[in-house]
């Protein structure tokens, strides 16, 4: 079926479907909500406030068969860093999305009154009505609550009290295959969504399918891409350990950021670690390994259980468990676990907040240690909008100014996650550069500095962080755009066969001829136009700097400190 | 005798005086202040970490006995704002600095410790004490502590409980001749100060003087400034009715902000102006009129005592009263004379907190005209640091992003004060180039558009609104540097005997020969000193903004938005 902007605007509740411009043909996912975003949106305006725009799009290849292709970006201009954002989750909503013809959906406006709202999309196009029984709900009665309302499979986006309340770590989440949900997490998007009084979309399952220009192509390109994630052992790693595989890994390269980022290494990080928590899942007869959208080979997620076997939480991920456990000295994984259910429920970033709560613990709120003190907070604080709940939830920044401490690892007011920039300067570089704030996944160095993805680079010494990080910051923005997820890179990094298939397929859906360079030059293009909207926004190198704490602070166990030049940052942008 | 540059770093609690550079000696107060941290901060360094310096200079006629020299400038990087600030504030220190041979006494580096100090100025040099005893006391109890330890008339500056939580809105408050206190207020100088870790800084009185180049035509000079003070309209209103006069004259200009910014009018403004506080204390045997500084001739301060003719505060301004009063819809003089003696006691900015609590307002934490709920937060919370109470503390933006408000008055995060730049659009483009952040004294427009001082222009129309604030920003910065009081500024616009005399007397004090060109030039100079600290901190144009609200919604009784282009904004800086 053709394709379709679909656009709501909120101020008036009209929502029309309109022809793609030709500019945005070749764009999905983050190309495209960036694109969106710097075409229509003042790049100086109040980032919840009428002018901003919240924009939804899956990627150029999900809704196919595609193999992990089921990533959804949403991007807008961040309360959180001002910057242009783009945050992406797995779920089922990518690609139920493609298959109705949206190539995006643009929220604009802001209703005059206090009415909350949901929005349906289907084949048929856009119903936009008042909601009322779900405002005040967290994600999972949200989502049980639409299942009842709708009896069908139908795809829903959703955000908590956080994003209602519109605190800064607010995030936006998807439901999953198995009703669980998901999250873009980064940057305060839920609370735009939020600021729109859309509690949430919904899209009505259909029958259609994606028209695939040359079939056979693609089937033969997809079974090569398919293989190539199979087989490369950094997948099959994620599918045992999930994720949470770094913890060992990045504790023993002495850059697991502890205890407020005053140590590169966790007492107990056993505890903690992805051994320890297959070894748990399956003992409570959990799932270790699970997807987080139909079609994923990778299955990076699991179903952690409780002690009594009962569903605790999904998608239980390091950078979350290293955020509450090793940055906030906690390792007990259940108070780990219940934190991160608790998070999921409000809609509220993971890293974000747990950064915030390592802060607060300098700051003297709880003590370091003290999961049971943060789920307490989360409950009791977060949840019901409180004013340390407020403080909180605005994340590591608003929790530093609020209790004058000065360690407080962000930039551009974004949580610094689970890899310190002293002991992985690669890392640091993308911190200090994305366009994005602090983002890991915008550049992820640790392939190359610490996996050995992609080559090797010594994580401790100056040479090549700038241009590893750059390159890997561009490829990734073309990725983001594909509706892959990330970790389709590390194949891509190492396997000769994974990128041409990717491209192959995209060939094949269209019926065009990119080529390598093509790809890489949509990332050029798409970084440029973050870059321009932050410049706009008023953006200056002088906010591509990391925290000053990290230069006068040694972290243990390398004693290093960050010593990457302004000089040498700002080269980065030199392409 | 000599002047020398007293020198405290708080790392290593090391004292010294150092000879003036050269570049130094022509500059006082607001000059010497912002040179000082322009050539020695770091500007993007964190405000309350150890690279940030707390300077504070006597005006170039401070100690004399010129009329109204007395005020003292503190400067610093503002935590506020995070550009380059200076405060000034009336009080005693001002002279006996000057007296005891201290250009400018500069506060660096940070204890390792916690430990809390005193600094002691004399004749003699500097000491370091550690101090225990007055910690964690309000700014009266400082004073009073103070007193009976020393015995004698002390120069005293202090911070308060705010300034030592740190919290954005702290000011730094100076004893004034009746051991009351005036402050420093703007831009959370005051949390610097905290995190030195520095209480209290006192002077010691000594009889040495001041030297006189030419003491006879210094006499001359002094007597025709004074007389010109004496007998100018504007200082005979301020004499009867305070800086007060001012409610029901901006409240007829339907430029007095009401309700947060959402009225240019208030209904209740009969009851806080400032013919109704002039009644209400000599009916209570306060004092109309009352000097913040020894040679003060204007007197605009007043002592306004409660409904038993006890002592409640003093130095009760216009700006504070109005936004306690208008902007909270608070019709109460005693709640709002209550809620100013806390704000004094606490050591935090009056219009930067009582703005704050309008934002609060709006946001639900209170309801609007609940005087003695302001009263309570101050007392409970902001006192005491309770979460609510560092949100408020930390000003209108913190609050703003706490409660998701988006009708914040601020500019560069500082908040906006008594005059909507709507209905007097001269103030807005002061607000908006300001180097400082939101701050009406730093180019006073008030005085051309509405009361016809150094001639009149229509305060609705677009023009000559920017070559207004540009002259009155040049001239301010200037007369900021003399230690003189802003009040002088109605009689230099409007007697031609008045800034001759005050050059006069710069020249005789120092034996030179600077001509009033020479005046404007250091006014330029520093400006631009300041802008080009600002621009190093990653300050662009796009920063000198109003907030949206102002472009989109119109105030009442004008019906009129803020319509000066952005383009016509920045031809500010044309000089």
């Known amino acids: 079926m053709t394709e379709k902007i679909f656009r709501v605007n909120m101020s008036t509740l009209n929502a029309t479907l309109e022809e793609v411009p030709a500019d945005w043909m070749g764009l999905g996912g983050r190309g495209l909500t960036s694109t969106i975003v710097a075409a229509e949106v003042e790049p100086t305006c109040h980032p919840l406030g009428k002018r901003n725009k919240l924009v939804f799009a899956p990627g150029l290849l999900s809704g196919t068969n595609a193999a992990n292709s089921g990533r959804l970006s949403v991007g807008a201009k961040s309360p959180l860093t001002g910057t242009i954002k783009e945050a992406n989750s797995g ?5 139920m999305m493609a298959k109705i013809g949206c190539k995006a959906l643009i929220i604009e406006g802001q209703p005059e009154n206090d009415n909350w709202y949901n929005i349906e999309l289907s084949d048929n196009g856009i119903t936009v009505n008042q909601e009322t029984e779900l405002v005040g709900k967290g994600n999972f009665d949200v989502v049980a609550g639409v299942q009842r309302r709708t009896e069908d499979k139908s795809g829903i986006i959703t955000i908590g009290p956080a994003g209602e309340m519109k605190m800064l770590g607010a995030n936006i989440s998807v439901k999953d295959p198995d009703s669980h949900i998901r999250s873009g997490g980064r940057g305060g998007l839920g609370a735009v969504m939020g600021s729109k009084q859309v509690k949430l979309i919904t899209i009505k399952p259909t029958d259609k399918k994606i028209e695939i ?47 407020n980022f005053t140590s590169g290494q966790f007492d107990g990080h056993e505890e903690i670690s992805g051994e320890t928590m297959h070894d748990t899942i399956v003992q409570r007869k959990g799932k270790p390994r699970h997807n987080c959208h139909p079609g994923c080979v990778i299955n990076c997620s699991q179903i952690y259980n409780d002690a009594e076997n009962n569903y605790k939480t999904s998608g ?29 429920d409000i809609g509220i970033d993971t890293i974000e907040t747990s950064v915030a709560m ?46 004058a401490v000065t360690r407080v690892p962000v930039v551009k007011n974004q949580a610094i996650p689970a890899y ?56 990734t923005a073309a990725i983001d755009s594909t509706g892959m997820c990330l970790f389709v890179a590390f194949a891509a990094l190492d396997d000769s066969t994974c990128l041409p298939a990717l491209i192959d397929m995209i060939n094949a859906r269209f019926g065009i001829h990119l080529t390598a360079d093509d790809v890489t030059n949509l990332g050029i293009q798409i970084l440029k136009t973050e870059r321009g909207f932050n410049e706009a926004a008023g953006f200056t190198n002088k906010d591509d700097r990391l925290p000053e704490f990290f230069s006068d602070e040694p972290i243990a166990p390398h004693n290093v400190v960050w010593d990457i030049s302004n000089e040498e940052i700002d080269t980065f942008w030199n392409f």
């Open 91 to 95: 779920g089922t909503a990518a690609q």
């Open 213 to 259: 220009a040359d079939p056979d192509a693609f089937k033969d390109a997809n079974r090569t891409f398919a293989k190539a994630l199979v087989d490369n052992p950094i997948s099959q790693a994620l599918a045992t350990y999930g994720t949470n595989v770094l913890v060992n890994i990045i504790n023993e390269a002495g850059g697991l950021p502890t205890r």
């Open 316 to 344: 239980f991920e390091y950078e979350s468990i290293w955020a509450m456990g090793a940055d906030c000295c906690v390792d007990n994984l259940d108070h780990i676990a219940e934190a991160d259910r608790l998070m999921d």
């Open 358 to 403: 390592g802060v607060a613990m300098e700051g003297g709120v709880l003590e370091f240690g003290d999961g049971a003190g943060i789920c307490q907070i989360l409950r009791e604080d977060v949840a019901k909008g409180t004013p340390l709940g407020r403080i909180i939830g605005n994340g590591a920044g608003s929790v530093g100014r609020a209790f």
């Open 420 to 475: 310190d920039p002293r002991a992985i300067k690669g890392i640091g570089i993308t911190y200090a550069t994305s366009t994005q704030g602090a983002d890991h996944t915008m550049g992820y160095t640790i392939a190359t500095n610490i996996l050995g993805v992609g080559g090797s680079l010594d994580p401790l010494s100056h040479e090549g962080q700038v241009e590893l990080s750059r390159n890997l910051q561009i490829a």
